[in-house]
């Protein structure tokens, strides 16, 4: 496998293809729940939990993070973690195209990410 990179790649993503097929399928019989694969480019360290902050890329030696817009301090494992929850209940921003052809904008409630008014938020920065 290490001498043919081709190779190992189609089969680590038919892998990946077939646990998310059967995750799905398994969903579907039990009709409870819904299954949300959110995109492996998701910030999700990059993103404040609790008020939505982006800070941007941070090296990865660095584990706790200080929100500077709202103060928290968070572990960046910790923090990944709620924000890949919020992806997969649909309340966090997403940027991929619907099946109309439109781009979406936001899905869920966009007051849930923060528990700060918006104004407030701005304010900081102006």
Known sequence: MLGNRKLARAISQQGWSTARTMCEAKANRVNDRE??????????????????????????????????????????????????????????????????????RMSGNPTALSSQPYSEQ????A
């Open 35 to 104: 299954v949300r694969i959110i995109s492996r480019w998701e910030p999700t360290s990059q993103i404040c939990s609790d008020c939505g902050f982006r800070w941007g890329k941070v090296a990865l030696s660095v584990r706790s993070i200080l929100c500077v817009s709202c103060g928290t301090e968070h572990d960046r494992d910790g923090n990944a973690a709620k924000n890949i929850e919020k992806s997969g209940l649909g309340l966090t921003q997403d940027s991929k195209w619907t099946k109309n052809g439109r781009k979406t």
């Open 122 to 125: 701005l304010g900081l920065f």
